[in-house]
Nanobody, 123 residues
Framework: QVQLVESGGGLVQAGGSLRLSCATSGRTFAIYFMAWFRQPPGKEREFVGG????????YYADSVKGRFTISRDNVKNTVYLEMNNLKPEDTAVYYC????????????????WGQGTQVTVSS
């Protein structure tokens, strides 16, 4: 069983930065591919970025590439999402998820989800 808890969300002006954290329970964190998804109000949940078990490979949605960076610390059992040059369209609830690394942009491929943290970007 894996528990995920996101933190670090908040209100930021356009062009600003935030760093999200996802803390996990258990001692098997390193076996999971980890990802961040987001869900804007009234819209479908969408893939933001993912990172392989060792941290050696990362994947990003085109909309955030060059602005967001995903990383993980397998000693602290934590995954991070650093968001720079934030835009109003980045406003959403952000979720972290743990999965097997197959079809990484598909929410149904992830077995564990956090409760989400709100990110609001003002114009």
């Amino acid at each position: 069983q894996v528990q995920l808890v996101e933190s670090g969300g908040g209100l930021v002006q356009a062009g600003g930065s935030l760093r999200l954290s996802c803390a996990t329970s258990g001692r098997t964190f390193a076996i999971y591919f980890m990802a961040w998804f987001r869900q804007p109000p009234g819209k479908e949940r969408e893939f933001v970025g993912g990172i392989s078990r060792s941290g050696g490979s990362t994947y990003y949605a085109d909309s955030v590439k060059g602005r967001f960076t995903i990383s993980r610390d397998n000693v602290k059992n934590t995954v991070y999402l650093e968001m720079n040059n934030l835009k109003p369209e980045d406003t959403a609830v952000y979720y972290c998820a743990a999965g097997d690394g197959l079809r990484v942009a598909t929410p149904g491929q992830y077995g564990y989800w956090g409760q989400g943290t709100q990110v609001t970007v003002s114009s």
